[in-house]
């Protein structure tokens, strides 16, 4: 498999994620976004969108992080990303999508680059912007994990909810980590979320995130 990717690409980096628990080998290809490596013909022809990330596997092109995450899913049962029945699979879908459909389109570069270039804002604004909308976000996203916790108990589950849905990593923890990530390098205040950071936290301490992290990718070493 290859995995088109930009080490600072939160999208890229929920695949690498899930590339990583699963214990997937892949080929790492650097597609750098500042310099518009994306919008070059070649890379328009495997990828429409002009977006990381992309994957090659067995002749068969797929774009969209969800649904490469998914992809892998169905393909390699093992370490898997949702859920057994129905009713929590949707919960994970919809903290997953809370984060990749609500919070990131907001925030990510081609709406950065176009609110201080078409549009004059400056670079304070900018940066009230991407704080307003991940905050905002992250907020929605405490409640949410709250109420899940809540639903459990009420289910009769007794154990602890490490990470953002039960004792293991899911699709929802391969989209919040990477949010988390850029939240830090913009400064967003992380204060008032126990219920998130310590979710993070927990994935922090497996292998397989450290793994995946930006800093490890070939490009951001190069």
């Not at 405490?142 to 990470?163: I, M």
């Amino acid at each position: 498999m290859k995995l088109y990717s930009y080490f600072r690409s939160s999208a890229a980096f929920r695949v690498r994620i899930a590339l990583a628990l699963k214990g997937l080998p892949y080929d790492y290809a650097a597609v750098h976004l500042v310099r518009g490596e994306q919008l070059q013909p070649d890379y328009r022809t495997l990828n429409p969108d002009g977006l990381v990330p992309a994957s090659e596997d067995a002749g068969e092109v797929l774009t969209q992080s969800m649904a490469i995450m998914e992809y892998l899913d169905e393909t390699h049962r093992q370490a898997p990303l949702l859920p057994g029945d129905a009713l929590a699979r949707a919960k994970v879908r919809a903290l997953a999508q809370s984060i990749a459909c609500e919070i990131h389109p907001l925030n990510n570069l081609r709406v950065l680059r176009y609110l201080v270039g078409p549009l004059g804002v400056d670079e304070a604004a900018k940066n009230g912007w991407y704080h307003h909308w991940t905050r905002s976000g992250l907020e929605s996203f405490e409640h949410q994990l709250l109420a899940l916790d809540a639903w459990h108990r009420q289910r009769g589950g007794d154990a602890p909810q490490t990470f953002c849905f039960g004792a293991a990593p899911t699709l929802a923890d391969c989209c919040l980590v990477p949010l988390i990530f850029n939240a830090q390098r913009f400064a967003v205040p992380l204060d008032g979320l126990p219920r998130t950071m310590s979710a993070f936290d927990a994935c922090m301490a497996l292998p397989a995130f450290q793994a995946a992290r930006p800093e490890a990718c070939p490009d951001a070493q190069a």
